[in-house]
């Protein structure tokens, strides 16, 4: 399984897992089945708020899921028409992500827990 994690850092498996998908600055891509791991820039950074491209944001990277803090409902939609699974990751860097959704311990981002906008939060849970 591919799985990407936005990030801020390009730190690696050390990187904290970021909060927002579409504004995160790099990815950290890793493969369970051959350990293999790349970090790569988000190619649509600088998009309209609520006008995430996610698929561009992963500058063509074919992957299975993806883990993250946040996440709007517009780019879960079209990762989910995609075949991309989103998790709600917990505050902790990739590497300690990984292993919560290898176990199954991180839950499916559902349109009810994604991010409605930062007018005084409201909407977000992260």
Known sequence: MKIAFPTQKNS????PVYSHFGTAQFF????TETDDSKVIQNS???????????????????VDSVVVGGIGRGALNK??????????????????NLDLIKTGKLP???PEMTCSGH????????
């Open 28 to 31: 950290v891509i890793l493969d």
């Open 12 to 15: 690696g498996l050390d990187s």
């Open 44 to 62: 649509d950074l600088n998009h309209t708020h609520g006008n995430c491209q996610p698929l561009s944001a992963l500058g063509g990277e074919t």
């Open 108 to 110: 499916k981002f559902s």
């Open 79 to 96: 990762l989910n028409f995609a075949g991309v699974t989103a998790y709600r990751a917990v505050e902790g860097t990739v590497s300690e």
């Open 119 to 126: 007018h005084g939060h409201d909407g977000c849970i992260h």
